[in-house]
């Protein structure tokens, strides 16, 4: 629901009086240069400070926060490390920015039930360091993780490029401790493989900050494999190395990792890495197995098998480590190697049924020639999300706009064969709109309702994830010279 | 239209149920009535007619059922394309249907190493209280638009609303499998089974039960292989009859005699590593330790004490006073936020008032 406080300036004044009663000067943040670091996530065409950053280190402290803001009507938006790419942490000038980075403390490891209890301000890399002296680690390795913090991959659902076999954050985490914003702490989960009543941890996992603050996290650890190995595949067509995907799968193997890229990503990451990748393929495949010694072995066997019989011009297996490393970090440094052939690039988030990919290629290739707007595409081959990287100079003038326009379109071609607008980016404040092609009005209004059930004043991250009707309306009015009306039944204003 | 699809129909029963207040019972195959708590007495609207396979493209792992198919009808589609469900979920009966099994979250042995009815949900269609037809999630792998309702609606027992439509993901079946067993003590066995945890062998089911410790080792011909070098024990025959019997509960120790009389069958659910727990009873130690049954005759509030200080929680699983509160109850800040949920989507409180707890 759209948010409407007064814009009080006296009760600012009180609100503020009683954090700094609370916190130390440090952590209680005003001043328009000290906020800057916080105007903004990963998506930084999104800018806005907030009225005030709170940057707590105990749950007593989020909770007496979320009660000051809750008596006072004032919106809280959480926020981790930042990372995010859907402006899901965007600041509101009326509302309080609470910071998590202060909650950083590795809390417990406990290898003999394969399980670790986080703060939420820890680093998704830091975990699988810390349990590493054990054989272990934590599966989700969203591209991000060097620096992206378990709080905000639980608030997000983040993937990684090994989902399609070890799942997403919701597969991987036990338990988590919630404040409301009615300051109440929750335990949400538990210790134990399930827990009873409702799958909140479910609900919790990808609700983007709007049910609740997540202090404390229990995350699943996994016996590390012994052995990964990695096969490059080169193909002169896109629509063979798709085809080359479903025959792995249909061969009963379930790689670790399966990303595909086309001619304008290969490129751009030979560039900037030179991981050896052959620059005149159309697309490349990198197709990762692990296991035990033996188990690898047999599947590197079978896979390369199918990739030459599925027309691959090239097939090569990484002879050591270090080739290994090599292939992943061309894949990895995509994004700024795309960052570096353009003065801009937008990142999209679709994901599709796998057998709609040559449809889904060729359409973004012709709606590029009609934008006039480059794109490199990367995909998660395996799970479907496919990441179309719109080139663009935002100095231009009008082409953010048409960017932003082609990438909609793109989203809503995701929609239509199948799939959906985000599969690990989130909504937040970009994909809003999208999620107006995804979802009917009773759905969004389920939506609200679910919110309300954990926050029945909508203080928590106010206007993110989930649009407003009106707002679905409006939107619906403005692209109706693209299809049918999404929302006839609505009054248009 | 597709006969097997009565969606309207059903959608018409909410309707009315809900314009006039009506409780209704939501049934399928029948197979797991014996599960959760007496619901109030209401007025039965039947699932089973609505069913059929609506797709599965074996390629995509994906595969979406209206919830009224039989699971056997499901479970012999992904055999013939060399697939199956990973959470490996127990029919109790023939006549177990997929809305059944994700509405009682219910998962085999291979839970612990593959994930649980819940995770292996894609999304899914729903009639809420208000009968309106609602789809959640999709058919994809990743998806964070919107909340988690899909998985959200595993476990609910028909509380929050109707499950017409489930995609689940789905996987390979592992080319081979072995199960090797040793004789020991519970703690030796909960020691190993625990200690596997850290270890890369592809085991997909380990158990305790009558003196021995099993584990089911399962994956490509050479992994398996490998595997059973480094797990000691002895090769079992006929260990698929053993893990389906343990998965159905047609082994003696759930069948016994004193089950049809004061004794109970407790679920208890500990940490996998948690040592044997001096509870008067027998005990079957399932996933990897982690799901604990017990038969026993001990009250069900001493027993909660006692499985909660070991940071565990207990459901009445068979028999005993259906009437009382059969799940682990609720804190009450978590009770809340329960409630309101059911309201959210059952404003009128119609669906299986009273199955999962009294106040829900």
Redesign the interface.
Known sequence: MPHNRKNDVALNIGLLRALRSLLPPESVLVDAEDMRPFECDGLAVYRQLPMVVVLPETIEQVQCIMRLCHAQQVPVVARGAGTGLSGGALPLADGVLLSLAKFKRILSIDPHNAMATVQPGVRNLAISEAVATYGMYYAPDPSSQIACTIGGNVAENSGGVHCLKYGLTVHNILMLKVVTMEGDLLTIGAETLDSPGYDLLALMTGSEGMLGIIVEVTVKLLAKPERAQVVLAAFDDVVKAGEAVGSIIAAGIIPAGLEMMDNLAIQAAEDFVHAGYPRDAEAILLCELDGTHAEVSEYIATVRKILTGSGATEVRTAVDEAERQLFWKGRKSAFPAVGRISPDYYCMDGTIPRRQLPHVLRRISEMSAEYGLAVANVFHAGDGNLHPLILFDANKPGELERTEEYGRRILQLCVEVGGTITGEHGVGIEKIDQMCLQFNNTELAQFHAVKAAFDPSGLLNPGKAVPTLPRCAEFGAMHVHHGKLSHPELERF | MDEQDISLALQQQVLDAFQNKTPLAITGGGSKSFLGRTAVHAQPIDISKHRGIVEY??????LTARSGTPLQEIEAALAEA?QMLAFEPPHFGDSATLGGTIAC?LSGPR??YS??A??FVLGCQML?GRG?I???G????????????S??M???YGT?GILLETSLKV???P?ASITVASECSAAEAIASM??L??????VDGACYHGDRCYVRIS?????V???RTRIAGDVVADAEKFWHALREHELPFFRHPSLSGKARLYRI?????TPPLSIEGSWLLD?GG??RWLRSDEDIATLRRRVELA???V?VFRGGDRDEEI?????G??LT??Q??K???DPKNIFNRGR??ADL
């Not at chain 2, 493209?57 to 994906?62: A, G, K």
């Not at chain 2, 999709?138 to 309702?149: F, P, S, W």
């Not at chain 2, 945890?197 to 592809?202: A, F, Q, R, S």
């Not at chain 2, 799940?327 to 804190?331: G, H, V």
Request: positive net charge; charged residues 20%; aromatic residues 8%.
């Open positions: 493209d074996p390629c995509e792992l994906v060399g979250a839970r612990p994930g649980s819940r995770d809420n309106e609602l789809r959640f999709g058919q994809v792998m990743k998806n964070v638009a919107g909340y988690d309702v998985r959200l595993a476990g609910t929050l996987l390979p079946r080319a625990s200690g945890l850290g270890k890369p062998y592809p994956g490509s011909a050479q992994a292989k490998e595997a659910m500990v940490k996998p590593a996933w982690a799901q940071g565990g929680h459901t799940f682990q109850p609720l804190s800040p978590l936020i329960h309101r949920l309201a959210s989507f999962l707890y």
